[in-house]
């Protein structure tokens, strides 16, 4: 027999439920929620399905759905340093669980093309994933500016899986260009805006030189039109490039200067909060829109003047020091 503790476990699943689980519309949308963004936390799902109520709620619900298997649980590895309380070591992750994966098969009448069998994520590439939903989930829970509304969000893995599709156009180039995640915007005149981020955590493999090759690859695809006729994004207007430091934002900025068509597609700003808490990044609801990035020429941008009608997107700001 199970006991209290064991029960209450956060890292075992407890063989027999510790409670009933009568589904409702919320759920589903939940289970809807974490299969477009494929990995998020609670605090994801408290902004885009709990607002209003508190954060206890939402994580008593979470592990309802998790104890029923309708979601998994991953949790981040803990790297423990002096000057760091990992406060949020513990809390998890949660993924699309088999019983999820059934119930929207069965209410959407998907097809496993359609839907896609959740596949693990390594640890390695979890928090890579969880900085992207943190700014796809921020720019949902935050409001428009007047006249603009979301048409659209993607994750890479449905934007590898277009991709996939367009065979013909990835010949003729060196590979797929999937981004990280994309949002697009309609303006008031039904014009489409799209903007993409691109998360790099950590040294790239062939250093800075396949980077920027990758973005000088970004910046022809683009000027050419290959993003509309891969994903049907008719105008890219932003490449947002988020590596964790400040340092390392203005190392590949300064890098990009050069690229051509470069100047004031991509933006760079790092990710990771000055206080070192862990899993946290600087992509909150409400002020992600204002949160100010450096394009490549060194002018200081936001998303809301990019969604702003008339602007050019830049901003009056005091330099940025390097640091980190």
């Not at 209290?4 to 949308?29: K, M, N, Q, V």
């Not at 803990?78 to 999820?100: C, E, F, I, M, S």
Request: hydrophobic share 40%; with cysteine; aromatic share 8%.
């Amino acid at each position: 027999m199970l006991t209290t503790r064991a029960r209450a476990s956060r890292f075992r699943r407890p063989t027999t439920p510790t409670r009933g689980l009568a589904l409702t519309e919320r759920d589903r949308a939940l289970l809807e929620v974490v299969h477009r963004h494929r990995v998020v936390r609670a605090e994801h799902v408290q902004a885009l399905l709990f607002s209003g109520r508190s954060r206890r709620a939402c994580q008593y619900r979470l592990r309802s759905l998790w104890e029923h298997r309708y979601l998994d649980r991953v949790y981040l590895p803990v790297v423990l340093r002096d000057d760091v309380v990992p406060a949020r070591a513990t809390q998890p992750a949660y993924v699309l669980g088999w019983r999820g994966y059934d119930l929207l098969t069965s209410d959407r009448r998907r097809d496993d093309a359609e839907l896609g069998r959740p596949k693990p994520l390594s640890h390695r590439t979890l928090e890579h994933h969880l900085v992207v939903t943190d700014w796809i989930v921020s720019i949902l829970a935050t409001p428009p500016p007047d006249g603009f509304h979301i048409v659209a969000t993607e994750h890479d893995h449905r934007l590898a899986r277009r991709a996939h599709a367009a065979r013909r156009e990835l010949a003729r180039g060196r590979g797929a260009l999937v981004p990280d995640g994309a949002v697009t915007w309609i303006a008031p005149d039904d014009r489409r805006l799209t903007v993409y981020v691109e998360v790099v955590r950590a040294q790239v493999r062939g250093g800075n030189r396949r980077l920027v090759d990758k973005l000088g690859r970004i910046a022809d695809a683009n000027n050419t039109g290959l993003f509309r006729r891969l994903y049907g994004h008719e105008s890219v207007r932003a490449v947002l490039i988020a590596p964790p430091t400040e340092r390392r934002a203005e190392t590949l900025r300064a890098l990009a200067e050069r690229l051509p068509h470069a100047r004031s597609l991509f933006w760079f700003a790092p990710y990771e909060t000055s206080t070192g808490a862990p899993f946290a990044t600087r992509f909150q609801p409400g002020s992600v829109l204002d949160f100010e990035w450096r394009d490549a020429s060194g002018d200081h941008r936001t998303l809301r003047s990019l969604l702003t009608p008339g602007s050019n997107a830049r901003v009056r700001s005091e330099p940025a020091r390097p640091g980190g």
